[in-house]
């Protein structure tokens, strides 16, 4: 009886290492998750006279610090997809974990503002991997029937690391957050030692073996399961198929006009997506808080605690809804509730600073509102329309384009709040964030395309109209 239970599970295979090795390369996006969510509750320590780097950093190094981050990830984009490609997936998601656990140490060990300035630019560093090598890494390793739902652990993880961070900020002091916090990275290597390369690399680098080997390890069955050989087989087709693709260069892609219709507007997404406001409520929702003037009897810090878990809430709408209503719907409600939230928010702020109380509970609304809409529809969505209106002979290009130009203009929103609110007051910002919004909602309603459901040719014959 024992004998055919086994043989069962060995003709059928399972899931469990799949997921197990999805959660731990996604911790490198809670880490993500932590260190955005640092700045909110650590802005008054840094500020105060007990300041950890000496003493109190003015606001144009906060914005320094804040937005380094950004930065530092558009540099690395193109690095760790070469780390990718020659060394494999594995071994960038463990440099990914070693300099995020570095950056933690130099805060313990180099309290300063140059250390912090460092230790920020590492993890951006890494940063700038994680939405490159993981979503890679966990699609190379999943089965299809669950590609979407490991694909999907990537927000859930770094609204999970915002969360715990806005939790340990509330309650925990600042050398003690950075202990916990620098071990997560440390295991995450250690385990990933152990970890499978992605079979796609394997079958790229000729060993087939491996490769063979890597799937039935992933898959819970033998290595002689017909079901493992077949996959094997097609991704070995698959890479025969990819070797007589031409190169295609950016010049050729922008002398193509449809192509150089499709970037252009999904740069102009993604700006909409970048500068929308949300990361910055995530930075800086403590002050902005204090600053509004709200009147609970809980602190900004444990109000601010809402944030990430309406974000999640966003995020699990968004996957229940996204193939029922279509991609375009999302994004375009999204950013309408965005403007109308960030409009509120810079209402409430005027008035508050001219001496008039708003509804206190106004202010935190809003801010949760914006929150819900990035993480169901303002965050995901442009990503995912991305990739369905690129053919496969541009996507990589003009994916690792729009990354790279993603984390550039995030860096511009975090490194431009603090000088604007400080010369037109903080209002400036989520007006500013208002009409960004707004101009994104029109011009998903008038020139993105839907592409649910829908082929790479019906998508560009689609655009070729317009």
Not at 104 to 109: D, E, G, M, V
Not at 387 to 412: D, H, P
Request: one cysteine or more.
């Amino acid at each position: 009886m024992m004998a055919t239970s086994e043989q069962t599970v060995s003709r059928t295979g399972h899931t469990r290492v799949q997921w197990m090795l999805a959660l731990i390369a996604n911790s490198t996006l809670l880490l993500y998750g932590l260190e955005t969510g640092w700045m909110s509750p650590m802005t008054k320590t840094l500020q105060s006279d007990q300041s950890p780097v000496g003493s109190p950093i003015s606001d144009s190094t906060l914005s320094m610090v804040a937005s380094i981050l950004c930065i530092a990830a558009v540099l690395s984009v193109l690095i760790y997809s070469y780390v990718a490609d020659a060394y494999g997936r594995k071994a960038a998601v463990i440099a990914m974990a070693l300099q995020q656990s570095l950056s933690w140490i130099i805060r313990l060990s180099w309290k300063s503002t140059a250390g912090l300035l460092v230790a920020r630019a590492l993890s951006g560093f890494a940063a700038g991997g994680c939405f490159t090598i993981v979503p890679m890494y966990v699609k190379e390793i999943s089965q299809e029937n669950i590609r979407g739902l490991l694909g999907s652990l990537l927000t859930v993880s770094q609204n999970s690391g915002i969360f715990i961070m806005y939790v340990m900020g509330a309650y925990i002091d600042y050398n003690t957050i950075i202990w916990i916090v620098f071990s997560i990275p440390l295991f995450t290597a250690v385990l990933m030692i152990k970890a499978p390369e992605s079979p796609a690399f394997l079958v790229h680098k000729g060993r087939i073996q491996d490769a063979i080997n890597s799937i039935a390890y992933l898959r819970g069955l033998d290595v002689n399961s017909k079901i493992v050989l077949n996959e094997v087989d097609t991704m070995k087709d698959q890479e025969l198929y990819y070797k007589t693709i031409p190169e295609i260069s950016f010049v050729s892609i922008f002398r193509n006009r449809v192509w150089r219709r499709t970037v252009f507007l999904i740069l102009l997404i993604i700006s909409v997506h970048a500068t929308n406001g949300a990361v910055a409520i995530i930075t800086y929702g403590s002050s902005t808080l204090a600053s509004s003037g709200v009147q609970f009897s809980i602190s900004p810090e444990l109000q601010t605690l809402s944030f990430p878990i309406v974000m999640m809430i966003g995020s699990f709408m968004s996957m229940s809804c996204v193939e029922r209503f279509g991609r375009k719907p999302l994004l375009g409600g999204s950013l309408l509730i965005s403007a109308s939230s960030m409009g509120t928010l810079g209402a409430a702020l005027v008035l508050q600073s001219h001496g008039v109380s708003s509804p206190s509970w106004l202010p935190v609304l809003a801010m949760m509102m914006a929150l819900f809409a990035y993480g169901g529809g303002v965050l995901p969505m442009p990503f995912i329309i991305m990739s369905e209106m690129l053919n496969y002979q541009i996507r990589a290009k003009v994916m690792g384009l729009a990354v790279t130009y993603s984390w550039f203009m995030s860096f511009f929103q975090l490194y431009m709040y603090s000088p604007i609110s400080a010369s037109l007051g903080q209002h400036a910002n989520f007006f500013f964030y208002c009409g960004i919004n707004l101009a994104g909602f029109f011009i998903c309603l008038l020139f993105i395309p839907e592409t649910k459901g829908k082929s790479d040719e019906e998508i560009e014959e689609e655009l070729r109209k317009k």
